[in-house]
């Protein structure tokens, strides 16, 4: 039996994943503005900092619970891609992966709140975007599938130009399933 879990977010992606899969859960997101990355940061560094940070903020607000908090975001040489601000930074996003590789990192955080316990885990997957035209750019620009997606684009919207070259899936969807499986496995005390 699935642990229930508080889902320290508020994306309907995370939800679809652990719904699916056969999880419990109720959804508190953290309503906080995520810091930008400090120059220099380390892409898993920062999106486990994130994910800690999260996990916290909502803890404040329970006395029991299982939380799990996550961030995902981009980098394309240690260049740190969150959300775009807008279409222009989606578009600058785009253009500096197209042709190129993108690291997609996770940083999990689960906490239990009335033992004041957390595990945390780093998942890392590699995405593939293919160079695209004028029309195509313009066209996913035009569609807004890029807003509230790290690095403007969501695997899981189909898009033709990129493709999962390595990793979880589910992790760049935004929640790496089997990474939460075996931290759940591994840190018993968390649902004990």
Known sequence: MKPPLILASA???????????????????PDFD???PKPGAHPESHAALLAF??????????????????DTLCAVDDEILN????????????????GRDTLV???LCLFRADRAYFAGAIEKSLVRMRPL???????HLDSERW????GAYGVQDDDPF????????TNVVGLPMERLADLLETHPQLTA
């Open 53 to 70: 940070q999260k996990a916290l903020t909502v803890a404040a607000r329970h006395t029991r619970g299982l939380i799990l908090a996550a």
């Open 133 to 139: 035209t004028p029309a195509e750019r313009a066209r």
């Open 147 to 150: 807003r509230g997606k790290a």
């Open 162 to 169: 990129v493709r999962v070259a390595g990793g979880s899936f």
């Open 105 to 107: 990192v996770t940083g």
């Open 34 to 36: 995520e810091p930008d």
């Open 11 to 29: 994306s309907p992606r995370r939800r679809q994943l652990l719904e699916e899969a056969g999880y419990p859960l109720d959804v508190d997101p």
């Open 83 to 98: 959300k775009p601000l807008d279409r222009a930074d989606a578009e600058r996003m785009i253009r500096l992966q197209e």
